[in-house]
């Protein structure tokens, strides 16, 4: 039951959010790719043991996406999303 | 009922989305609200009408439901500027007003925020989790009120009633 | 009522309140304060249970969680099942059985088990599972197994709650150290929460006699439990186990005892700023033939037991250890008038002051108990010396023996804390801590008490949450004690014949973990699964120390290096109830309605859960009717005159800003900007790896101000989805998007008679299809209601949705039935509206769409924008189609025989062969208009196989059809644009 931290709200309940996801590549421009680089940005994703960057959606309470940093093996956040300007 | 609380089911209020940036918004309403909240989850009080700061740029104002056509007319949601939104959304939520000593009781069932009095202020209003549903919540009175998207309003009634049953 | 095996006085029972209860349909009495294992022994009742594996006769073993053996199944109104008789407070009316046991505990069918013993080793569940079939033993396996019944009946009265707390200070354990955390917490204002699983605080300090201050511990427990009482910023929970330690200090806790008794149990999840761990420690057993027989118990239990329940469990007694403890013990049992008759220590030597313990007592260094007699009860020991190996028969009723103790790190592994092995206690103790917790007292490893009070007074001064930080100013002076231990985790059992347990629960002994070994594995995970030792619900509480050492002692090895098996929770049983609290019966899974629900019900619906937790009317049955009349009555209806149907479940956004038309035309495969105001466009929006994921209606309200619907189901995605590539994909985009999906309630009148009921209704918008063409909105009123009309059709008919807000949706929805009536208008449910979809090969997701087609295989084509550079899906989407693959395409089935219906799903294969497919059939109906049978079907090379015949193969007959085009009405489409 992981404690997020939303840069709007601050911490908030796992229960509160929808994940996204791990961060991988940007989207390319599929014009410009290759079948295997498209194909690659759509299938390879990151899964490490350890950190990973990973999107959250604060689906019942902002409707933020962010980003956070999250240890996959002892779950702890390593790093917050900026605070909002 | 096992708990000492009054529940009332306030069904209409009016209710406007407003998603803008902070300057644009108070210039746009300054002739009708006199302060914007800017603190993340919080929201002004001003006459009967509440003003909540509930997401990054997004403002929810809540009035009572029969000022609903002059406020129409006074924020013009379908004509303010192309960089605003206003939304009449009164009918999306419907509204729950729990009172009395254990209040804060029923809260803690319903809801995973931290509702201690100095983390959730008497100024706090923000969107999170009421019975797993997404959920709108503020201190009220000597209370707490709630609004729910109004299909699942009977859903949470009987909630309500489970929790409260003897 | 004078109880067998009861003191005259002294425990912590109240003697004024007498209470009675049944066991095995016999009537016994205890006392309020006794747990149902203390009114067990007190009345003289040793055989409670038997062995899960061998059903031998087992009695109490401990006084508390850590108790092997003694569950019962409780009935009655307070019907449960597995319950621990150490750890069930005793009530007035309780009653309990025995289970595992048939026809009864004292004589067990169940028993002749042990004479096959050879044959069920350890792994012989897992070997059934290799050779020859699982299934052979299945059923066999499936009656011997399990423990208790389930109740058949929910609790007649009360209900399981659940809540979320959040503290500064998270407390578990109410024993000296936990007590003295919580009075350093508690006076710096903290909000402090104290958890204990016992039936009152004091931990240890409520069975030995130890003395605080020159006082009775139990005074200065009491003292300070009258402290933290007045306190408001104190929650004391007592009955209540914290049972799982989860991310980010999580701890859920269950509170079994609840003031208020409509309140079954309480479960709480708590989220705490600090937590400190004092759970204590358990003792563990040792090892050696027979250690499970009636009467062989752990010593600190039976002290516990006359000490605290004021209990005398033996007459003659003899006592086995290799550590200091039991030596402590020895003048209570004696004040209670027990025949200590002699203490048989493995070690060699033995510090003075702890023999001063024992005087008059016999005490046999260096010798070990080789093995029990008595099967159903103890009736002698027989001790052997280490030395010359000489064997002593000593006859006695109990024997009590403790083989050291284990601190509880249960939690603080929960929480990923690493653990580490401590020669000083023989024992593992906490190492790391991952999380903010701290590990105080026993279960940190350290036993007296003296040394408990100084640790937590340091560990903690200077802790603060964000209030002043702790401080203790005083002095707790105790009685003095000392504590070693030498290892000893089993006797010599090579040649040994009898059973030696180590693990009680399952009947694991010393046999099966060398089976384990000797067949290679010996990873202490490994040895566990294959013994199936510490898997039992004591979850190796006593026994899985001695396990992890003997499989060092086997290897040569340290047990650092042998490493303990992952901590899991439930730390102790946890009943479903309290897990789920509330949610049970109408709200165990969402549900949604619009205003017509009650309408719907008062007409005969029959309601279905659609899409994202809707109740929606599959149909309205008429007396008499059989499910097919009733759904072609409503298809005639809105096939010949007009029929109505609420859309509000529809999901509904507005998006405002000034790139909206370029958002659109990314999500959507058709071009949407170029869209003028008051005009709309059906969609397609498909995901990346090209998939179909929603369609819907895109209309255009001014330059700047948009609507989008989307199918009911996917609402929440689609949402989802939006925000999501605004957010990283377009952060420089302006579109704001608001969902009013509940803003907008719609009735959706359709059939060749729709704009006259409209005209009748009563509209200030000139309806006449010059001005008011399809695919786009008015605004204005509706049987003077304020409406937005949007002329969509999804039934193929002409169709006006008429959009209100919900507050008016039911008093719209009313007058179309009325004023409707003259045409013959009726409410149409979702197994007609499927009906008109199919008839004119409309998209519905989860039946033609089922993850593997694209637009082009749906005869879609025209919505896949050629003049687009980029929209999500596209590149995929053309990917796929350039691999050559042949593709199954959406076509129209008409059985050759029309009275033949073909079920949805099944297989077409070549000429009906019994050979791979080539497609299947999505959806067959029975069409009104056709008088026929019609179905649709994804078939490979479809488009091209128009008026070929294709073969649908059934388990007894093949159904023959005519391929066609996928629509059976209309084709041109020229009704809805009428």
Redesign the interface.
Known sequence: ???IHCPFCKNR?ETEF?Y?GPVGA??P???LVS?EE??DY?TMVPNPMGPVYE?W?H?RGC????IICRDTV????LENPSEEP | M?YDVKIQRKF?NALF?I??SIREVKSYLKEYINSLPVEPNSYIAQGNWKILYVGPNHWILVAPIDEEEELISSLRP?DCP????I??????LTFFYIEGPDAF?IL??A??????ID?FTPNTATFSEI???KALTFRCGEGFQFAV???????VS??LD??L?? | MKNLNRLESGGRIDRSKSLSFSFNGKLYYGYEGDTLASAMLANGLHVIARSFKYHRPRGIIGSGVEDPTSLIELLGEEASGNNLCTNVKLKEGLKAKSINCWPSVDFDVGAVVQYFAKFIPAGFYYKTFKWPTWHLFEPFIRIAAGLASAPKEPPK?G?F??????TDFLIIGAGPAGLLATLMAARSGA?VFLVDQNTEAGGSLLSLNLNINQKPAMAWVESTLKEIANMSNVTHLQNSTAWAY?????VIVNEREVE?V??IERSW?V?AKNIIIATGAIERSLVFPNNDRPGVMLASAVLTFVNRYSVKPSDNMVLFTNNDSVYSYIEDLKTAGINVLAIVDSRKHIASTVLANAQNVRVILNSIIRNVNGYKKVNSVVVQSLVDKELETISCDLLAHSGGWNPMVHLHSQS?GTVKFNDRIASFVPDQS?QNSISIGACNGTFTLNEIFNETKSLLCGVSAHSKPLVYEGKLECSKQSYSIEALWSIDLSKEKNKAFFDIQNDVTHDDIQLALTEGYSNIEHVKRYTTGGMGFDQGKTGNVNIIGMVAKEQGIGLDDVGTTTFRSPFVPVSFGSIS??R????VL?????PITKWNLENGAFMYEAGAR?RRPGYFPIEGESFQETVNRECHAVRTSVGVYDGS?LGKF?L???NVGEFLDLIYTNIISSLEPGNGRYGLMLT??GLIFDDGVAFR?????WFISTSSGHS?AVY?HM??IL???HPEW?V?I???????NNATICGPLARKLLKKLGTDIDCDNGSFPFMTFREGHIADIPARIIRVSFTGELSFEINV???NMLALWERIIEDGAEFGILPVGSEASHVLRVEKGFLSLGHEVDGTVDPYDLGMAWLMSKKK??YIG???VH?RR?LGRSRRELVGLLPNNPNDAIPEGAPITPDGKKVATEGFTTACVWSVVNERWVGLALLENGHIRHGEEACVRMKDKIIRAKITKPVFHDSDGILLRS
């Open positions: 039951m992981l404690l309940n929808v996204g940007n989207r421009d599929p014009n079948d498209w194909v759509l999107r959606w689906a409707d933020k996406w962010f002892t779950h702890e956040i | 096992i209409l989305d998603k803008g379908h192309a960089s605003m939104s939304v009449l959304i009164s009918d999306t009781d803690s069932i809801s995973p925020l931290n509702l201690n983390v019975f797993g549903l998207d109004q299909s699942f309003g009977d859903m009987n909630y489970l929790t049953a003897n | 009265k209900h709650e659940s809540r979320n707390a959040h909000k989860r991310e980010h200090n999580l208020n409509s309140i999840r989220r990923r991952i609290g509330v049970e019966g109408s709200v969402p549900f949604r309605h619009t809707w479940p507005e405002k800003g000034e990346d790896d309200i001014d330059k700047h101000r929440d989802q925000l999501k957010a990283f994909d302006d704001k608001t969902n009013i999906t509940n803003q907008w807000s919900p507050r550079i980029d596209k590149r995929s990917l350039s």
